[in-house]
């Protein structure tokens, strides 16, 4: 089976601070790792993505995130937030070779001023 | 702004309406998607296409839903008889692959009343 996870449904910190949102993930294969970010709403905004190679990749916006094959995690970093931060993150596992993509359930980020 | 158009942005339909959405994919994506996704942030896949061409569906976009992808027109999803179940922000998504790096609309809201 094929799993995407995020354990935490909400994240709060204050406007500056760092924060770590995380995914896990079950998958045969290889696949494809992403985030998405979703404005109160509106779509899914591409932040990045993991294939193969360096393990911390640089997304949008000072996002990252680092792949762990040992953890199977792909858990998404920035080192100091904005209020404009303030979304549902959403972790997202695609394999290489189907045209379909799983989606986590989500992390509502709120930054406080 | 999103390069994939959706449209309306609301819809607001009786049930037993048919409900119709459309989708303008990113230009050069050959391959588009349709996703539900409901009040608790789950994402359903429901069909996907390359080019005119159906590549996979759930069971529910073959019985009560209908799309398409004609060429030089917009993709369309239409609900042949809406039943309340099926209020949900639906997105629709394109990518050059297919497995990765899909670019999303805003989504089109549907409400059954």
């Known amino acids: 089976t094929q799993t995407v996870s995020q354990s935490d449904a909400h994240v709060t910190v204050f406007e500056g601070d760092s924060v770590e949102l995380r995914c896990n993930y079950s998958?045969?294969?290889?696949?494809?790792l992403s985030w998405y970010i979703q404005h109160h709403g509106r779509g899914l905004q591409f932040l990045l993505k993991?294939?193969?190679?360096?393990?911390v990749v640089q997304g949008v916006n000072g996002f990252e995130a680092e792949f762990s094959k040992s953890d199977s995690s792909f858990h998404l970093r920035k080192a100091s937030v904005h209020w404009s931060d303030s979304a549902v993150y959403f972790c997202a596992a695609s394999s290489t070779n189907a045209y379909k993509v799983i989606f986590g359930k989500g992390t509502h980020l709120h930054v406080l001023p | 702004n999103s390069k994939v158009i959706q449209t309306p942005r609301y819809l607001v339909k009786g049930q037993g309406q048919k409900a119709k959405m459309r989708c303008i994919p990113e230009k050069g994506h050959p391959v588009v998607f349709w996703y539900q996704q409901n009040k608790n942030n789950e994402f359903k896949f429901l069909i996907n296409?390359?080019?005119?061409?159906?590549?996979?569906q759930i069971d529910m976009t073959e019985k009560r839903f209908s799309a398409e992808c004609p060429s030089n027109s917009p993709c369309s999803l239409e609900i042949q008889s809406s039943e309340a179940g099926d209020s949900a922000l639906y997105l629709c998504a394109s990518s050059l692959q297919g497995n990765s790096d899909y670019t999303f609309g805003s989504g089109t809201r549907l409400l059954v009343i």
């Open positions: 993991y294939y193969s190679g360096n393990p």
């Open positions: 998958y045969g294969g290889s696949i494809y």
């Open positions: 296409f390359q080019n005119q061409e159906v590549l996979q």
